[in-house]
């Protein structure tokens, strides 16, 4: 009997024996672990810097809280229970983890191929870390057709990643994840596997799973959805045993790794990701529905609604199984009109960042997307009268009253 991941979430991944029958997992705030042997000692450098794998059923003995730790590990462990991923690395941020992943899998000479607008950091990782490094970076519009992106893999042998964020920040595009898996399939040589990667921070994991779609990576800012309540900063990377214990590697190497009280936050607040995903899904639907009969209202954009067009719902239809709680909205006017909603809601927060409980409402184009060129925003659909908006737990109709009272400021 499987049962659901509701369920299983609160089991799965933790032992209680091992922890003096503590119902739940107490916080193991210590730096260092003491090996029972050397020989204990040894075996456990060899499978945490990837010179050999764990046996099956073998447990390698814990060494330093930036290589592993148990509350690292029960997250990981936990996290998984959604996507299905064999294997989860802990992050102090999504950046981290974004820029820990990449840097495992390219090399000076490679190319990764990105679906543009991602978020602000990525954006500035990809398009002014990267090259420094000698790693060429090409931008495709979110939605791209598979076709096109088909073209950029098979004329170009040094593409080693496609990554994809879907839907865009803060466009709320969607980009064909199942497209680009069967791509990196195809044009991959037996040495030089392309590699899908997809942050699914937007939708995922109870919306969207990628890796049923033939992503190889997925990754999160668990800043967002997963701690769900604006009070930590950490990421998450998902995928294969194999290509999980490369990204920790490289996340010992560079440092990345979050620490023993975040992780035991996230894993207190996966117990009510489902059913906070699902309510403020369910308030944003009501928010869309008011916001696209507003006068003010230019335009709405939110996955799965017509409004995004016959492709984007196609792939909504095939990829989602919802459609979240971001939404992306432009007022009549520009940025003085924008600035003007901002001022004045009272119930919803101006502030970035999304995912939490309480809403927060931002402007993308002076605030998280600001380092982007005038010509970088205007190819990704960035306009000045654009706002974003991350529905928390409110009561939808006062924030639907705050919204009203807003536009008619
Ligand atoms: C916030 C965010 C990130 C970065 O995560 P941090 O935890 O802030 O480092 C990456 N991708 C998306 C889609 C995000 O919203």
């Not at 800043?223 to 590697?249: E, N, P, W």
């Not at 067009?309 to 459609?323: I, M, N, P, V």
Request: aromatic share 8%; hydrophobic share 40%; charged share 20%.
């Amino acid at each position: 009997m499987t049962a659901k991941p509701q369920t299983r979430i609160f089991s799965h991944g933790y032992d209680p024996q091992r922890s003096e029958g503590a119902a739940v997992p107490p916080v193991f705030r210590t730096s260092t672990f003491i090996f029972k042997t050397a020989a204990e000692g040894k075996r456990a450098f060899e499978i945490a810097y990837g010179l050999d794998c764990a046996k099956a059923g073998e447990s390698p003995a814990l060494i330093y809280t930036r290589v592993n730790n148990p509350n690292s590990e029960i997250l990981e462990d936990k996290v998984v229970v959604w996507d299905g991923a064999e294997a989860a690395a802990l992050f102090s941020s999504g950046m981290g983890a974004i820029s820990s992943t990449c840097l495992a899998f390219l090399k000076p000479g490679d190319t990764l191929l990105f679906s543009d607008p991602v978020y602000g950091g990525t954006e500035f990782f990809f398009r002014r870390v990267l090259p420094q490094f000698n790693i060429r970076t090409i931008p495709f519009p979110a939605g791209t057709p598979r076709e096109e992106l088909e073209r950029m893999v098979k004329n170009d042998p040094t593409v080693k990643v496609i990554y994809i964020e879907s839907p865009a920040n803060p466009t709320m595009m969607l980009s064909d994840i199942r497209g680009a898996a069967e791509i990196a399939g195809r044009y991959s040589r037996e040495d030089h596997r392309i590699l899908t990667v997809v942050d699914n921070t937007f939708m995922g994991p109870i919306f969207s799973k990628p890796l049923a779609l033939g992503a190889d990576v997925i990754l999160y800012s668990a800043t967002k959805f997963l701690g769900g309540h604006s009070d930590l900063v950490a990421g998450v990377a998902m995928g294969s045993a194999a290509l999980v214990g490369q990204i920790k590697v490289m996340r010992t190497i560079l440092g990345s790794n979050s620490d023993p009280d975040t992780a035991w936050l996230i894993q207190r607040s996966l117990g009510t990701l489902q059913l906070r995903m699902e309510q403020q899904q369910a308030s944003a639907r009501r928010i869309v529905d008011f916001l696209l009969t507003h006068p003010k209202v230019q335009s709405v954009a939110y996955p799965g609604s017509p409004a995004m067009g016959e492709a984007q719902t196609a792939l909504w239809r095939d990829q989602c199984t919802g459609t979240g709680s971001l939404i992306a909205f432009c007022v009549k006017g520009g940025e003085a009109e924008a600035f003007r909603v901002l001022d004045a809601v009272e119930h919803m927060k101006l502030a970035v960042s999304l995912g939490g409980i309480e809403s927060l409402i931002e402007h993308p184009s002076s605030m998280t997307h600001s380092d982007m060129t005038p010509a970088e925003k205007a190819q990704a659909g960035i306009t000045d009268n654009m706002i974003r908006m991350s529905v928390g737990l409110e009561d939808p109709q006062d924030l639907i009253a705050d919204l009203a009272q807003a536009l008619g400021a």
